[in-house]
T-cell receptor, first 113, second 113 residues
Framework: GAGVSQSPSNKVTEKGKDVELRCDPISGHTALYWYRQSLGQGLEFLIYFQGNSAPDKSGLPSDRFSAERTGGSVSTLTIQRTQQEDSAVYLC???????????FGPGTRLTVL | EDQVTQSPEALRLQEGESSSLNCSYTVSGLRGLFWYRQDPGKGPEFLFTLYSAGEEKEKERLKATLTKKESFLHITAPKPEDSATYLCAPGDAGGTSYGKLTFGQGTILTVHP
């Protein structure tokens, strides 16, 4: 059924490699968020896209992290030169009908060896 | 800086044993308190939004309440299928990002049959 989808569901990579994580949103939602959830930790905000406005990148942990959203739809989170501490579940969410009601995708589990 | 504390960290209940989860928060101005449920290996699932002190919302065996500094998630006669991690997240009206939420660490609820 309809819902936010993310790919891949699991990604194992070697330290130093670049990775791209994809989020496919529900059609019509204008706001998109990326969060990171490390083992035993809460959800950590990374970046926020709202329509045509400049994205809020205040949560990105380093300049190795970047994200883009093409045509107000699909979003890609890129991590360059991955480190072991980047291992986490990366979740994207879209804003639904309610005020700040966010719908989450299933996440991508990233493991950096 | 926004702060969110959830307690207890973990809660074990027998089927039918009612209890409550707590979410204490500090924000400059609350524009919504959100509750989510997260099952292992899945993204958070939206449950409730509360906007003002005194507000209550119910869904099946769950009832969420809100004061100026806390929110409670009451679970009445829980069933094993209610086992999950419950997350709360206040939205800050004074935050730089309209939609950014600060999530608590969550309460891991286990209901034994």
């Amino acid at each position: 059924g309809a819902g936010v989808s993310q790919s891949p569901s699991n990604k194992v990579t070697e330290k130093g490699k670049d990775v791209e994580l994809r989020c496919d949103p529900i059609s019509g939602h204008t706001a998109l968020y990326w969060y990171r959830q490390s083992l035993g930790q809460g959800l950590e905000f990374l970046i926020y896209f709202q329509g045509n406005s400049a994205p809020d990148k205040s949560g990105l942990p380093s300049d190795r992290f970047s994200a883009e959203r093409t045509g107000g739809s699909v979003s890609t989170l890129t991590i360059q030169r991955t480190q072991q501490e980047d291992s986490a579940v990366y979740l994207c969410a879209e804003e639904g009908q309610g005020w700040n009601e966010q719908f989450f995708g299933p996440g991508t589990r990233l493991t950096v060896l | 800086e926004d702060q969110v504390t959830q307690s207890p960290e973990a809660l074990r209940l027998q089927e039918g044993e009612s209890s409550s989860l707590n979410c204490s928060y500090t924000v400059s101005g609350l524009r919504g308190l959100f509750w989510y449920r997260q099952d292992p290996g899945k993204g958070p699932e939206f449950l409730f939004t509360l906007y003002s002190a005194g507000e209550e919302k119910e869904k099946e065996r769950l009832k969420a309440t809100l004061t100026k500094k806390e929110s409670f998630l009451h679970i009445t006669a829980p069933k094993p299928e209610d086992s999950a991690t419950y997350l709360c997240a206040p939205g800050d009206a004074g935050g730089t990002s309209y939609g950014k939420l600060t999530f608590g660490q969550g309460t891991i609820l286990t209901v034994h049959p």
